[in-house]
């Protein structure tokens, strides 16, 4: 499995951005970070967690919400281990939880917005944004 920290968020105002940082480590050299699909899911106050983006082992292939209006960025670094979110134009409606999920794959492309689909996940960062 892969142990995944993130970081990078705090108290914004809107308009401003953020780029969420996820390092990961494994505990056996044979589970690569590059053998992994990542993604970024939220969870504000009273919701349900729900999928924000995604992106296969190898960059390729990238999906996002439908809902979020081309704001959010996410790559990777698979020389570094750490995945990231680029959130720009930050809106009041962004505060949440934001956490890392990730989960091996055989697959360069495949990628997954369904959170059970997820093994290894996060603490999670706060961010929010103030109007």
């Known amino acids: 499995q892969v142990q995944l920290v993130e970081s990078g968020g705090g108290l914004v105002q809107a308009g401003g951005s953020l780029r969420l940082s996820c390092a990961a480590s494994?505990?056996?050299?044979?589970?690569?970070?590059?053998?992994?699909?990542a993604a970024w899911f939220r969870q504000a106050p009273g919701r349900e967690r729900v999928f924000v983006a995604g992106i296969s082992r190898s960059p390729g292939n990238l999906h996002y919400a439908d809902s979020l209006e081309g704001r959010f960025t996410i790559s990777r670094d698979n020389a570094k281990n750490t995945a990231y979110l680029l959130i720009d134009n930050l809106k009041p409606e962004d505060t949440a939880i934001y956490y890392c999920?990730?989960?091996?794959?055989?697959?360069?492309?495949?990628?997954?917005?369904?959170?059970?689909?997820?093994?290894?996940w996060g603490q999670g960062t706060q961010v929010t944004v103030s109007s």
């Open positions: 999920a990730a989960h091996w794959t055989s697959s360069s492309t495949y990628l997954s917005t369904d959170q059970n689909h997820y093994g290894s």
């Open positions: 494994t505990t056996f050299s044979i589970y690569v970070f590059s053998s992994y699909y």
